[in-house]
């Protein structure tokens, strides 16, 4: 089950290894995202926030992180 600190943790986790890491897992390219799809997630955390980010990606929904996006970077 989806808990709302996991859409944060999307725009605020980066990638800790592979071809993309340090980007934020937010925003990973779709076609890596379905290849762990395809391939198998992870283990563990980072598999389950990888595989609630490319539901988000493949349904379109990746606009409604922006708001967290902004949250996460504000200076004041």
Known sequence: M????????????????????GRLIADLPGNYLNWFAREGFPAGDLGRLLQLMQEIDHNGLSHLLDPLRKVTHRSD
């Open 2 to 21: 989806m808990n709302p600190e996991d859409l944060q943790r999307l725009v605020t986790l980066a990638m800790p290894y592979g071809k993309y890491k």
